[in-house]
């Protein structure tokens, strides 16, 4: 009995004395810490950036610490693991609070098609597995878009066009823009409503650039192409812009000879022949002939409208003025207009007004008459 009293108070002892555990580190599962983030497993293209929201979860009843970290595919991925938009590496968690974290996960630009896995230690070992499908394998390219690349219109019209670059390299570009525009033709490239030569796009970003194009005016109808140069260092892209060119609108109104003044006679009529041309490189439908006249003058046109008028070509058109009678000796302005839905021209004519010659010979008579009438009395009565 003595010796089994002896032997328990030994062994307690040696319990008393036993070393006691040095750090304060645990593993994940002593610890109880627990990752949480709803999507594991997604798919993105090349260069993309994808963001996790995680949430280490603590399972005991007391505090707990532990060391974080990210183990990626390759030293080309790259990643950030905050909270509280700090950079961590260790967290500690109270029981029943769990805390969020962010880990964002760079991809790389230069990768093959196909599944990637990675994921977050914690205290060395694997607590939040996560897989990456690439969905395309990935360049080291430039890529420029065009929404739009045809656009038609007439050519006093600017025609204008929208360009995304997409940097899918892995530095920071600075990309000259450089088109060839037939002679004449004027382009511009526009970011933010400033007008540039280059612009700068960080890697696996992408820059819009309004791009304009303004034609001579008398350019000729048809389909002409714009090539268009986006380089940078090492890597470039081209894009094709088409613009469309209906014709020019052009309109002109006067007579054959280029005489713009005529005489009439007050209460008579007067015929002009006026000519319409077309000085575009368009047709012009539905020419109307239309005046503007003195009070009480009257003026018509045959024909009073041209139905087509090509390209080029000439139409002419019979306009009668007619005076007013009580129009008194002068000079007068008759303006004649020539117009389309998309041209109209003017011509403004000078009109002198005589007085009719029937009054001029009516007074002479009267005159005549009058002379007469008092010569007649003095050869009568002159001598009494």
Known sequence: MRKRRLLGGLLAALLMLAPLP???????????????TPYTSISVPPGE????????INGS???????????????????????????ISRLSVKPNEPQSLSLQVTVPQKIDKGDYAFGVLANGATALPLNVTISEQGTFNTEATVAQPNV????????????????????????????????????????SDKSVTSVPVDPGNSE??????DPPDQIKAGSYKIPVT??????????????????????TLGTPSGVLSTDITSGKTRKLTLQVTNSGSADLK???????????????????????????QSAQVEATIKASGKSIAGDYVVQMTASSPEKS????????????????????????????????????????
């Open 22 to 36: 040095l750090g304060g580190k645990a593993s994940a599962a002593d610890a109880s810490i627990e990752l949480f």
């Open 49 to 56: 950036v994808v963001s996790y929201d995680i949430q280490a």
């Open 61 to 87: 009843t007391s505090i707990q610490s532990v060391d974080l970290a990210v183990k990626m595919p390759s030293a080309d991925w790259k990643y950030e693991l905050t909270a509280g938009g700090k950079n």
């Open 152 to 191: 038609e219109g007439h050519a006093d019209a600017t025609f204008s066009y929208s360009m995304t670059i997409k940097n899918r390299t892995l530095e920071k570009q600075l990309y000259a823009l450089k088109s060839d525009v037939p002679q004449g033709w004027t382009i511009t490239y526009n970011v």
């Open 208 to 213: 819009t650039v309004s791009i304009t194009l």
């Open 230 to 251: 986006i380089a940078g260092s090492g890597t470039q892209s081209n894009a094709l812009l088409e613009a469309v060119v209906t014709g020019s609108y052009g309109l």
């Open 286 to 312: 539905d020419v109307q002939l239309s005046t503007s006249a003195p009070v009480d003058w009257e003026v018509s046109f045959a024909p009073q409208k041209i139905d087509n008028l090509a390209a080029g």
């Open 345 to 384: 021209a003017d011509a403004q004519f000078r009109v002198a007004v005589k007085t009719s010659m029937l009054w001029g010979w009516i007074g002479v008579i009267i005159i005549l008459l009058v002379a007469g009438g008092i010569y007649y009395l003095f050869r009568k009565y002159g001598r009494r």
